[in-house]
């Protein structure tokens, strides 16, 4: 039996950078369908295997689709990741974000909970 995934499932992240409280918090939610197709099939190489190598545009469209939200950044909450906020944030924590926006929004929240 196939059990759906939960699109509005989301889950809080902390970068590790963040050490000073209160600590700025991240709403990391699963990516749509269509939205992982377009990302994944723009990096198919001709052979169909995946090419995940670097930054590039993939990885800021991933990001404006996982994250849900920010509380805290600069003592304000955010209900959408947009260029505006993007720009705000450490070169590093982008970093970890793009991470834990790949393992989050790729997979299924409640498959990464049972693991």
Do not use: C, W
């Not at 050490?19 to 052979?47: Q, Y």
Request: net charge negative; hydrophobic share 40%; no cysteine.
């Amino acid at each position: 039996m196939l059990v759906g995934i939960d699109s509005k499932e989301t889950i809080e992240f902390v970068s590790q950078h963040d050490k000073s409280d209160p600590k700025t918090v991240f709403i990391i939610g699963n990516i749509s369908n269509r939205d992982k197709l377009k990302i994944v099939g723009s990096m198919a190489s001709a052979n169909g295997t995946v090419q995940v190598s670097g930054i590039d545009e993939n990885s800021i469209i991933m990001l404006k689709a996982s994250i849900k939200g920010v509380k805290n950044l600069n003592g304000k909450d955010y209900d959408k990741f947009d260029d505006d906020v993007m720009d705000l944030l450490p070169f590093e924590v982008l970093i970890e974000l793009i991470t834990e926006s790949m393992r989050v929004g790729l997979g299924s929240i409640g498959e990464l909970e049972k693991n």
